[in-house]
C-alpha cells in the first residue's frame, strides 16, 4: 500500500550572508523511513534539520503532513557538571509543559532503558551514553512520529554507539518512527538506512546505501583515498 509522504521537500534553498549553504534540494520520506544525511563537514548537515524544523529561514517549500509530531536530538547539549537537574526532573517538565500523564516519562524511560540510578542522577554527571539516552527520552516524550537526530554518538566510543544505533533502529521498527540523522559513521549508515542523501559543495545526491556507498561516489564527495571507504562499506556488509 502507497502511503503518503510525511515530508515534502521542494527546489529548497538555505545560505548566510550571501552564501548558498544548500541548494536544489528535493526529496519526499513516506511514515517509517529512514535517512541518513551525511557529507564533509560545513556542507550544510545541521543547516537541513534546522530548516526542517522552521528555525532557520529558506527558499523553496518544506511541507509536513498534518500528522507530523517532530522530536528532536541534538549533537551536543552544554550542560554545567554542576546543575543540580536530574535526568528525571528534565523529563518530568517537559511532561508538565506537555500536559502529559505522569506514566508517559516512566514509558519513555523504559523504552530507551534508562535505569533507575540514571533517572536519579544529574545531568552532569552523565557518561556519554547515560546522557545520549536522557535526550532521545526527552525527544520520545509527546509520541512523535518523525525524530531527527544530528550525529547522536559522534563522540562516543564503537560500543555505545552500536547500542545507540540499535535503540534507535529498534524504535523505528516498534512504532514506525520516521529517522533523519546525520550520521558520521557510514558503516552504521550502509547497516540502517534505507535512503542516503549526501549534501556537497555540488549539486545533493540522494538513493540506497549499496549506490550511494561507493568508493568512487565518496571520493568524490570527502575527496579522499576510495580504498579507505571501500574499507568502511565491507566490514558493514552481511
Not at 92 to 118: C, F, G, N, Q, T
Request: glycine residues 8%; charged residues 25%.
Amino acid at each position: 500500500m502507497v502511503t503518503d509522504p510525511v515530508v515534502k521537500v521542494s527546489g529548497l534553498k538555505v545560505g548566510f550572508q550571501g552564501r548558498s549553504v544548500i541548494r536544489d534540494l528535493s526529496f519526499e520520506l513516506r511514515p517509517g523511513d529512514c535517512l541518513a544525511i551525511i557529507g564533509p563537514n560545513g556542507c550544510g548537515k545541521t543547516t537541513l534539520l534546522k530548516s526542517l524544523m522552521g528555525l532557520l529561514p529558506f527558499e523553496g517549500q518544506i511541507r509536513w503532513s498534518r500528522e507530523a509530531r517532530l522530536g528532536y536530538v541534538p549533537q551536543r547539549v552544554a550542560a554545567d557538571l554542576q546543575l543540580p537537574l536530574r535526568v528525571k526532573e528534565l523529563l518530568e517538565a517537559k511532561a508538565r509543559l506537555l500536559k502529559l500523564p505522569a506514566a508517559e516519562v516512566e514509558r519513555v524511560s523504559h523504552e530507551v532503558d534508562l535505569a533507575p540510578e540514571v533517572l536519579n542522577s544529574r545531568m552532569g554527571i552523565l557518561s556519554g551514553g547515560q546522557f545520549q539516552k536522557a535526550l532521545i527520552a526527552f525527544a520520545l516524550l509527546g509520541s512523535p512520529n518523525v525524530i531527527l537526530f544530528d550525529e547522536p554518538t559522534a563522540s562516543f566510543d564503537e560500543l555505545t554507539e552500536e547500542r545507540i544505533y540499535a535503540l534507535l533502529h529498534a524504535l523505528q521498527g516498534e512504532k514506525g518512527i520516521t529517522l533523519i540523522l546525520v550520521s558520521h559513521d557510514l558503516s552504521v549508515v550502509y547497516r540502517y538506512a534505507d535512503t542516503v542523501l549526501c549534501l556537497s559543495k555540488g549539486k545533493p545526491c540522494m538513493g540506497p546505501p549499496k549506490e550511494i556507498l561507493t568508493p568512487e561516489a565518496l571520493e568524490e564527495l570527502y575527496s579522499a583515498p576510495p580504498k579507505y571507504y571501500q574499507h568502511i562499506q565491507d566490514r558493514s556488509e552481511p
